[in-house]
T-cell receptor
């Protein structure tokens, strides 16, 4: 079985500042890793994914994440956030057909 | 493609009533998932289907919950009888067969309130 821990439940950040959202996972097998974003009153949208290859993954809206196998981490970063990045972000891990989600991190971008 | 479609978007009902949530997956997707999202428990997988067949329903909370997929373009999640603790946002998601099977596309959700 796999599990996902998102270490921060809320992250306030000022507009144009950088942000990092932390995600650690545990799994006994090789996994695929995902970050999803949920804007208010909407469903989840895929930001980026790691399946194999380069450990630095670039996604939409200027986000990127780095897979670190030794630390079992998949942290999400953005160098400069916008007000529109205010949302909840979910890290997810899969082995097989099911996704296991972390508890989510709420990002509040302040002007 | 219109994406995953869910109806209704909002449902308010009274305890004891039957509730039916509906989902139309993206055309051509082989997998369909039902999730429940609450503040207390986060995002939970309830059940998923592959080619219309239920594969894993271990997340279904109890016998009051049932899900069907009569064809490739339609699925329902039914709660009978409903209870206040069932209040949540229910999401349907679908995905393709193959190595990207886990890239799931989510619908907008149904917000259920049971009074």
């Amino acid at each position: 079985a796999q599990s996902v821990t998102q270490l921060d439940s809320q992250v306030p950040v000022f507009e144009e500042a950088p942000v990092e959202l932390r995600c650690n996972y545990s799994s006994s097998v090789s996994v695929y890793l995902f970050w999803y974003v949920q804007y208010p009153n909407q469903g989840l949208q895929l930001l980026l994914k790691y399946l194999s290859g380069s450990t630095l993954v670039k996604g939409i809206n200027g986000f990127e994440a780095e897979f670190n196998k030794s630390q079992t981490s998949f942290h999400l970063r953005k160098p400069s956030v916008h007000i529109s990045d205010t949302a909840e972000y979910f890290c997810a891990v899969s082995a097989g057909n099911k996704l296991t989600f972390g508890g989510g991190t709420r990002v509040l971008v302040k002007p | 493609d219109a994406g995953v479609i869910q109806s209704p978007r909002h449902e308010v009902t009274e305890m004891g009533q039957e509730v039916t949530l509906r989902c139309k997956p993206i055309s051509g997707h082989d997998y369909l998932f039902w999730y429940r999202q609450t503040m207390m428990r986060g995002l939970e997988l309830l059940i998923y289907f592959n080619n219309n067949v239920p594969i894993d329903d271990s997340g279904m909370p109890e016998d009051r919950f049932s899900a069907k997929m009569p064809n490739a373009s339609f699925s329902t999640l039914k709660i009978q009888p409903s209870e206040p603790r069932d209040s949540a946002v229910y999401f349907c998601a679908s995905s393709l067969k193959g190595y990207e099977v886990n890239e799931q596309f989510f619908g907008p959700g149904t917000r259920l309130t049971v009074l």
